[in-house]
């Protein structure tokens, strides 16, 4: 059983990640490890990512990384459940650089719309805090969902007339 991952275990696999992988890539961080790294939870489960790049490289230095540090550490980011928002890489804020790795938070506006869209409590929450922090703003967050809007249906799972009204129950809601 691995251990819940806090913000200098987070840390120590970018540290170690850029000291033993040889390749360039760039590292999005998603899900609760931004919201470890900035502070609004104090653990997560997984260190979520997606890898641009010299993914192989990357990748081959995982497992033993895993072991190491005894974190979790998956693939996923929003474009895996969501068409990708225009712009996200340029809205991706940078964290550091390790080796020849770039770290970059993924873009706060696609996170917060796959968290709504999977609805879960603890998502929620997330997207509030993003919201309190000013890492997303509403109106720019919907004007973005309208964009993806047009190619939901290539995701079967996703109910575009639910996640538009989850969307607006986020972003806007009533007093």
């Known amino acids: ?21 040889r390749g360039k890539a760039r590292v999005y961080l998603v899900g609760g490890s931004s919201a470890v790294l900035e502070g609004w939870r104090d653990t997560t489960l997984d260190v979520d990512l997606k890898i641009e790049g010299e993914e192989d490289a990357v990748l081959k230095q995982v497992p033993a990384l895993k072991e190491e540090l005894r974190i979790n550490v998956e693939l996923a980011s929003p474009g895996d459940f969501l068409p990708e928002l225009p712009g996200w890489r340029e809205r991706s804020p940078f964290i550091v650089r390790e080796g020849g790795i770039d770290f970059f938070h993924y873009d706060f506006y696609a996170q917060a719309l796959a968290k709504v869209e999977r609805g879960h409590a603890k998502d929620l929450v997330d997207v509030g805090e993003m919201l309190k922090r000013r890492l997303v703003e509403p109106g720019k967050a919907m004007d973005l ?6 190619e939901l249906y290539r995701y079967p799972a996703v109910d575009p007339a639910s996640l538009r009204k989850a969307a607006e129950a986020a972003f806007h809601p009533k007093a």
């Open 1 to 21: 059983m691995r251990e819940v991952t806090d913000p200098a275990r987070i840390r120590a696999f970018m540290k170690r990640l850029g000291q033993v992988c």
């Open 145 to 150: 969902f309208a964009r993806i809007e047009p």
